[in-house]
Nanobody, 124 residues
Framework: QVQLVESGGGLVQAGGSLRLSCAASGRTFSRYSMGWFRQGPGKEREFVAAMTWSGTSTRYADSVKGRFTISRDNAKSTVYLQMNSLRPEDTALYYC?????????????????WGQGTQVTVSS
């Protein structure tokens, strides 16, 4: 099995920054993409960003482009999400996920493994 553990969430004022981390352990794959999703209060889970194994390809939701940056350290089996210029509408539970096929899907159903999430709250 694969375990994903997110960290780095918290409470921040609008305009502030946070850096989320997600460490993977357990079963390994030769190459896999990692993505971030979020689910706000009363909302469905939505795609935020994803990156392929090599890091050469990324994909972002329009709502976070220019503000969020995804990165990864394969030696540490960790993916990061740097979030700048945070807005109250970014408030959500943030999840990381793995697609063992190394694609950049925005549909959460395409991801096989999920973490438990880390809460991000942005106050106005």
């Amino acid at each position: 099995q694969v375990q994903l553990v997110e960290s780095g969430g918290g409470l921040v004022q609008a305009g502030g920054s946070l850096r989320l981390s997600c460490a993977a352990s357990g079963r390994t794959f030769s190459r896999y993409s990692m993505g971030w999703f979020r689910q706000g209060p009363g909302k469905e889970r939505e795609f935020v960003a994803a990156m392929t194994w090599s890091g050469t390809s990324t994909r972002y939701a329009d709502s976070v482009k220019g503000r969020f940056t995804i990165s990864r350290d394969n030696a540490k089996s960790t993916v990061y999400l740097q979030m700048n210029s945070l807005r109250p509408e970014d408030t959500a539970l943030y999840y990381c996920a793995i697609d063992p096929r190394n694609f950049l899907y925005i549909d959460s159903r395409e991801y096989a493994y999920w973490g438990q999430g880390t809460q991000v709250t942005v106050s106005s």
